[in-house]
């Protein structure tokens, strides 16, 4: 059974880092396409980092070059770091996996509450 865990989130102050962690079962992240993504009340999901079974990574307009997606195979754990926050990045950020490889994603977890305050 395919399982994943969301953790690290919490308060922050604009301009602080928090590194999230994702911790997979029931999968080998490694051969996977794994993503990250957010959703702040009253708006839509939105895309914000993936990384391929290749260790290729994307990344949302709104967090290119302030987060970093990456993975630990021996934990099998996916992370996402996060840089120079601001209030716009607060979200409940949800890990998901893609078994086809393709933009649409299988499983999720529950998420994980970012808030960044000004």
């Known amino acids: 059974q395919v399982q994943l865990v969301e953790s690290g989130g919490g308060l922050v102050q604009a301009g602080d880092s928090l590194r999230l962690s994702c911790a997979a079962s029931?999968?080998?992240?490694?051969?996977?396409?794994m993503g990250w993504f957010r959703q702040a009340p009253g708006k839509d999901r939105e895309f914000v980092a993936s990384i391929s079974w290749t260790g290729g990574t994307n990344y949302g307009a709104s967090v290119k070059g302030r987060f970093t997606i990456s993975r630990d195979n021996a934990k099998n754990t996916v992370y996402l770091q996060m840089n120079s926050l601001k209030p716009e990045d607060t979200a409940v950020y949800y890990c998901?996996?893609?078994?086809?490889?393709?933009?649409?994603?299988?499983?999720w977890g529950r998420g994980t509450q970012v808030t960044v305050s000004t």
């Open positions: 029931g999968l080998t992240i490694s051969s996977k396409m």
């Open positions: 998901a996996t893609s078994f086809t490889g393709s933009t649409r994603y299988d499983y």
